[in-house]
């Protein structure tokens, strides 16, 4: 039977899906590579970002906002593909997608000022949205509980690999091709790849029975539902609070370690330590999470944040911080990123397994808005030290710990989720 290779735990696909089911492993990859073009698009271009700001006569912080915009405007896309996969189905909606991708990547690549730039980096946000909003909500049509958070790590894994190598990508482009205009080349490149494999091994996970009617009032239940239910809301904001900061992290990265300390030529490798040591954490997560649940994970690893952050605010404060106090800090705290990502988005997904579309995208557009805002805000008050970047994860990460609190009404490091 067709089925008869899931693990245990597993819902079997819709008797609609025509092709072969595609295995566990080959799924936690495409859908780690899908998101990954999401943070491909974002980290590639950095490295470029002083030669694009010249090019096209950008000043300042303003060129942030080819990051920002887009971030942003992801954060609002997320509210659309959902409702339209929980009633066409996921494949259509993720064609859709990754066509507006490629499109708005070669649009990119031809844009003559920096005005029309970061609008088409808004618009490959919004459209493209579908790659971030999606995956989760496939695996939710497979899988919940625990063994959802366990896959949801697997795939941050995989995923978090890309911005550990964009900005080497992007710099190896920038280098050999002499033009940052070809880093959106590559983009549209990723992305044409994305399609043919989602084409070819993809099967529609979205069960008749499960199908919602495209009805104004019926979206905006549901999707109110998924983002005003006690029990996950906490973990909804609270995530994005916590990714806010990385956010702010993205935007002034390069400013940061270029101008602050002095390392622009090790930006690369930077980066890759950080981003690194968070894709071995979520390794380390999936490994455990299932044994001991997905809040007890995720509530020691908000702790351990607060504390290295206090230590961050600390080396920031002092008038001589080095490279050496600031990389293994922000490397900790990306790495506890780790353990609470996943495992948050996994507990705010579970109890809506029938409109994980609609949920996804609703939780998607919460967390993706207030992340990307408080991030270009955090980055836009870049001073010329790491204080300010500092301060907003011990703030961001505090205040996440009450959103939590509020949704756990004040009982941490419960049961494990159950499917």
């Known amino acids: 039977m067709r089925n008869d290779h899931l693990a245990s735990g597993e819902r079997p696909l819709p008797d609609s899906a025509r092709r072969p089911a595609v295995g566990e492993r080959e799924l ?5 590579l899908l998101m990954a073009c999401n943070a491909f698009g ?11 700001a010249g090019d096209l006569g950008a000043t300042g912080n303003s060129r942030q906002f080819v990051v920002g915009a887009y971030l942003l405007a992801a954060g609002f896309g997320t509210l659309v593909p959902g409702a339209f996969a929980d009633r066409y189905g996921r494949r259509p909606v993720l064609f859709v997608a990754l066509a507006c991708y ?66 080497s990508i992007g710099q190896a482009v920038l280098q050999v091709m002499g033009d940052w205009r070809w880093i959106f080349g590559a983009m549209a490149l990723a992305g044409s790849i994305m399609t043919l494999w989602v084409y070819f091994r993809l099967p529609e996970t979205l069960h008749q029975e499960d199908k919602q009617e495209i009805h104004l009032p019926t979206i905006l239940r549901n999707m109110t539902s998924a983002v005003t239910l006690r029990e996950t809301i906490g973990y909804t904001l609270g995530s994005a609070l916590v990714f806010g900061g990385l956010f702010g992290f993205i935007n002034s990265s390069q400013q940061l370690i270029g101008e602050a300390f002095g390392a622009g030529d090790r930006f690369p490798m930077i980066f890759a330590i950080c981003a690194g040591c968070m894709a071995i954490a979520n390794w380390s997560n999936s490994r455990i999470v299932e044994r001991f649940g997905a809040r007890k994970v995720s509530h020691a690893g908000l702790f351990a944040f607060i504390a290295v952050a206090i230590a961050q605010l600390y080396f920031a404060s002092q008038p001589d911080e080095t490279l050496w106090t600031f990389v293994p800090l922000m490397a900790a705290n990306m ?11 996994s507990i705010a997904l579970q109890p809506f397994h029938k409109i994980a579309g609609a949920a996804s995208s609703a939780q998607g557009f919460l967390r993706l808005t207030s992340g990307a805002a408080l991030g270009s805000f955090i980055g836009y008050v870049y001073d010329g030290t790491a204080r300010p970047l500092a301060l907003a994860l011990l703030c961001t990460a505090v205040l996440s710990l009450a959103f939590v609190l509020f949704s ?7 049961e494990k989720v159950e499917d």
């Open 335 to 345: 790495s506890l990123l780790g353990f609470i990502g996943a495992n948050f988005g």
């Open 28 to 32: 936690i990859w495409m859908m780690a």
């Open 408 to 414: 756990e009404r004040g009982a941490l490091f419960g």
């Open 42 to 52: 974002i980290d590639a271009i950095l490295p470029a970002l002083d030669a694009l």
């Open 102 to 167: 490629i499109v708005f990547s070669i649009g990119c690549a031809l844009a003559t000022s920096f005005d029309v730039l970061v609008i088409l980096r808004a618009a490959q946000g919004f459209f493209a949205a579908g790659i971030i909003a999606l995956p989760p909500a496939i695996i939710r049509d497979r899988v919940g509980g625990d063994k959802m958070a366990r896959m949801m790590s697997l795939i941050f894994v995989i995923f978090l690999l890309v911005p550990a190598v964009a900005p």
